[in-house]
C-alpha cells in the first residue's frame, strides 16, 4: 500500500512543467503561441465579416426583388348612363380562352375598318387611323395595307365614297394556330341612293398576329389606339367562289 499520495498538478504546475531550461526555446515558444493566437483570431474576424456580407447582400437582393414588383392592383370600375357605379372589381390577366376573344374581336374591328367605305369623311379617317394602329412599319402588313389604300381610285375609300359605300358584317374568326387567323365576312355595296349595285360578296382573310406588352419607352398615344398590344405581322384576303351569301 503506497502511503504517499500524488498531489493533483495545477495550471501553474502544468505551465511550468511545460518550460525547458532554454530561456531562449520558452521565449520562442511563447512568441509561437502568441502568432498563432492572433492568426486565430484573423480567421474568425475574416469568417464573421463574411457572413455578414452575405447577410447584407441578402437583404439588399431582398429590398430590390420587393421594389420590383407592383405595388398597385388596378380595378375596374363599371358605371350607368348618369356615371354611377354599378360593379368594381380587380382587373385581371386574360387566361387562353379571354385571350382569343379579345384577338378576335380586334381582328373583326381591323377588317371592318379596313374594308369599309362611307361617305362621313371623319369617321372614314378614323377608321383608318385605328387599322395602321394595329400594323407596325417593319412587317409586311404595312406594305399590302399601303397598297390596298393607294393603289387604284377603287380601293381609295374617299374616292370610292363619291359613288358608292361599303358596309362588312363579320361571319366568323377562327383560329388556326396560335399566330394566324381565318375570318370570313359578307361586303354589301351600294350607291350613294342606298341601292345595291351587285350581289353581297363573301370574302376570307388569313391574319398573322403577335402580342407586344407594353415598355417604358411605349407612349400614351400608343396605349390609347392599341391597349392590348395586338399586331398583325402578314396578312392576305381575296373574295371567295362564288362568294354570294
Known amino acids: 500500500m503506497n502511503v504517499f499520495i500524488k498531489k493533483p498538478a495545477t495550471s501553474s504546475t502544468l505551465a511550468r512543467a511545460k518550460l525547458t531550461d532554454n530561456p531562449y526555446f520558452n521565449a520562442r515558444r511563447s512568441w509561437n503561441d502568441n502568432i498563432k493566437s492572433l492568426a486565430v483570431e484573423r480567421q474568425?474576424?475574416?469568417?464573421l465579416a463574411l457572413l455578414a456580407l452575405l447577410v447584407g447582400l441578402a437583404g439588399v437582393?431582398?429590398?430590390i426583388y420587393m421594389g420590383s414588383q407592383t405595388k398597385f392592383v388596378p380595378h375596374i370600375i363599371e358605371v350607368d348612363k348618369l356615371g354611377q357605379p354599378l360593379a368594381i372589381g380587380a382587373a385581371k390577366g386574360l387566361n387562353s380562352a379571354n385571350k382569343q376573344l379579345v384577338i378576335r374581336a380586334r381582328l373583326a374591328s381591323l377588317v371592318?375598318?379596313?374594308?369599309?367605305?362611307?361617305?362621313d369623311a371623319q369617321i372614314q379617317s378614323d377608321a383608318i387611323y385605328r387599322v395602321y394602329a394595329s400594323i407596325t412599319r417593319t412587317d409586311a402588313a404595312m406594305e399590302k395595307m399601303n397598297q390596298w389604300y393607294n393603289s387604284t381610285d377603287k380601293s381609295t375609300p374617299f374616292v370610292r365614297a363619291q359613288k358608292e359605300t361599303v358596309s362588312v358584317q363579320i361571319d366568323s374568326a377562327?383560329?388556326?394556330?396560335?399566330?394566324?387567323?381565318?375570318?370570313?365576312?359578307?361586303?354589301?355595296?351600294?350607291?350613294?341612293q342606298g341601292f345595291e349595285t351587285k350581289p353581297p360578296e363573301k370574302w376570307r382573310a388569313l391574319m398573322t398576329v403577335y402580342l407586344v406588352a407594353p415598355t417604358p419607352d411605349t407612349t400614351e398615344e400608343q396605349l390609347f389606339k392599341n391597349p392590348l398590344g395586338i399586331y398583325v405581322k402578314d396578312f392576305s384576303w381575296s373574295k371567295q367562289l362564288g362568294g354570294q351569301p
Not at 474568425?44 to 469568417?47: K, R, S
Not at 371592318?112 to 361617305?119: N, Q
Open 61 to 63: 437582393g431582398g429590398i
Open 174 to 192: 377562327l383560329p388556326l394556330s396560335d399566330e394566324t387567323w381565318q375570318l370570313d365576312w359578307t361586303e354589301t355595296t351600294r350607291d350613294r
Open 44 to 47: 474568425t474576424i475574416i469568417l
Open 112 to 119: 371592318g375598318d379596313a374594308r369599309m367605305v362611307t361617305p
